[in-house]
């Protein structure tokens, strides 16, 4: 006889159920989605990826947040109107930026709830979360300041020409592309 029974929820996921009828503890939403995935996936590369995305992700909320206080406190004064959307565009770039980083987790975590372990999506998703990281950074470096521009020499050096010659309004390519392979890397390993 089994000491665990299955039970089918209302959204048809299942969750593991002991002898005594307490439910196995899985996620209940962001922030324990991390912690679950990271104990539940069998991959370093996963691993790894998850401990990188919530530094950054954490990283990203605070630069926001002083992004937005400071806007803030610079308009404080002002009527609403222009300024009141300006914030909520703050708000709207940050889920922007940060969605695509933390997907990968979220899908992770809600496969191991759903399906069970599968290292070749844990490590899939890694990689397609590791693409968005480097995204960004090509974004970065496409809107880097002429007067902060260097040049690192070596094969280096003509990709960081390449990338500083381009428009600032390219930058918005790379997170994007990346964004979208996450979610294609998603679609194409479950």
């Known amino acids: 006889m089994s000491d665990a029974t299955d039970e089918a929820g209302a959204d048809g996921e299942v969750a593991s159920a002991s002898s005594d ?16 995935a990271f104990r539940a996936s069998d991959s370093l590369a996963f691993r790894i990826y998850a401990g990188t995305s919530a530094l950054f992700g ?11 206080v400071t806007l803030l406190g610079a308009t404080a004064e002002a009527p609403g109107g222009s300024f009141t959307f300006s ?7 940050m889920f922007l ?30 990689a397609a979360g590791y693409g968005f990281l480097l995204a960004m950074y090509v ?8 007067d902060l ?16 010659g381009l428009p600032n309004e390219a930058a ?8 979208l392979l996450v979610y294609l890397t998603h679609r194409q390993l479950r």
């Open 87 to 93: 914030r909520a565009f703050f708000l709207f770039l």
């Open 21 to 36: 009828g307490s439910a196995a503890e899985t996620y209940k939403g962001i922030l324990t989605a991390y912690p679950y």
């Open 97 to 126: 930026v940060l969605a695509p980083l933390v997907g990968p987790v979220l899908f992770v975590a809600r496969r191991h709830r759903r399906v069970g372990s599968d290292t070749r999506y844990d490590r899939g998703m890694a």
């Open 149 to 164: 521009q260097e040049d690192p020499g070596g094969a280096l050096g003509a990709v960081a020409e390449f990338l500083y």
């Open 139 to 146: 974004a970065l470096v496409i809107t880097t300041p002429a």
């Open 58 to 68: 954490a990283g990203i909320v605070l630069l926001f947040t002083f992004a937005v």
């Open 172 to 179: 918005v390519v790379p997170p994007v592309a990346a964004a």
